[in-house]
């Protein structure tokens, strides 16, 4: 039973353009969500993040959006640039008490110079 | 420089031997967490700790144990490793969970299983 869906492995976009990542959550006790990056070779990189309190979050290029009653959230990256291809990974956590993170299998993303 | 670090990078060992993957970090954080990275499964959580003696599993614990004896250190130990658990593993900490930007994860520990 996947808690956390990315339901597109790969997504290609020009540089420039936008790239908007989907995520969709079953769990509605999850109230925090985590986007992260991965680069091959390395360790996952913390991005951006959102609690349930909001539905926008944004730093500099990285915008993420989140709609409660349809149990989804997006990352909007504007403009796309060759640097960001990489896998990003979502994640949520829930208000239980617990911290234990469920994450997302990770969608490609490639930006075409 | 704050820094995670993970021991050994790459480990090849044989089903039913017993091993321990080490992490260590040096920025004084109390969350840490094991993880690992699998073809089309993504990162999974092993285990959690959000302090000295205080742990808890995360999605997939089976066949794996954790211990947090020092606020530093978090290993990782495969009491009779299986060729299931065949992965990439990352360790990670901050100062808890809900303050991600202070998180980081150390380069990984590559580990097959024969």
Same mark, same amino acid.
């Given at each position: 039973?996947?808690?956390?869906?990315?339901?597109?492995?790969?997504?290609?976009?020009?540089?420039?353009?936008?790239? &908007?990542?989907? *995520?969709?959550?079953?769990?509605?006790?999850?109230?925090?969500?985590?986007?992260?990056?991965?680069?091959?070779?390395?360790?996952?990189? =913390?991005?951006?993040?959102?609690?349930?309190?909001?539905?926008?979050?944004?730093?500099?290029? =990285?915008?993420? =959006?989140?709609?409660?009653?349809?149990?989804?959230?997006?990352?909007? &990256?504007?403009?796309?640039?060759?640097?960001?291809?990489?896998?990003?990974? *979502?994640?949520?956590?829930?208000?239980?008490?617990?911290?234990? +993170?469920?994450?997302?299998?990770?969608?490609? +993303?490639?930006?075409?110079? | 420089?704050?820094?995670?670090?993970?021991?050994?990078?790459? +480990?090849?060992?044989?089903?039913?031997?017993?091993?321990?993957?080490? *992490?260590?970090?040096?920025?004084?954080?109390?969350?840490?967490?094991?993880?690992?990275?699998?073809?089309?499964?993504?990162?999974?959580?092993?285990?959690?700790?959000?302090?000295?003696?205080?742990?808890?599993?995360?999605?997939?614990?089976?066949?794996?144990?954790?211990?947090?004896?020092?606020?530093?250190?978090?290993?990782?130990?495969?009491?009779?490793?299986?060729?299931?658990?065949?992965?990439?593993?990352? *360790?990670?900490?901050?100062?808890?969970?809900?303050?991600?930007?202070?998180?980081? =994860?150390?380069?990984?520990?590559? +580990?097959?299983?024969?």
């Amino acid at each position: 039973d996947q808690q956390v869906k990315q339901n597109s492995p790969s997504l290609s976009v020009q540089e420039g353009r936008i790239s &908007i990542l989907n *995520c969709d959550y079953t769990n509605s006790m999850f109230d925090y969500f985590l986007w992260y990056k991965k680069y091959p070779a390395e360790g996952p990189t =913390f991005l951006i993040s959102i609690s349930s309190i909001k539905d926008k979050n944004e730093d500099g290029r =990285f915008t993420v =959006f989140l709609n409660k009653s349809a149990k989804h959230l997006s990352l909007h &990256i504007v403009p796309s640039q060759p640097g960001d291809s990489a896998v990003y990974f *979502c994640a949520a956590s829930d208000k239980g008490g617990s911290e234990k +993170l469920v994450f997302g299998k990770g969608t490609k +993303l490639t930006v075409n110079p | 420089e704050a820094q995670v670090t993970q021991n050994p990078r790459y +480990l090849i060992t044989v089903t039913g031997k017993k091993l321990t993957v080490t *992490c260590s970090q040096n920025m004084n954080h109390e969350y840490m967490s094991w993880y690992r990275q699998d073809p089309g499964l993504g990162l999974r959580q092993i285990y959690y700790s959000m302090n000295v003696e205080v742990t808890d599993k995360g999605d997939v614990p089976e066949g794996y144990k954790v211990s947090r004896k020092e606020k530093r250190n978090f290993p990782l130990i495969l009491e009779s490793p299986s060729p299931n658990q065949t992965s990439l593993y990352f *360790c990670a900490s901050s100062l808890s969970l809900r303050k991600v930007e202070t998180q980081y =994860f150390g380069p990984g520990t590559r +580990l097959l299983v024969l």
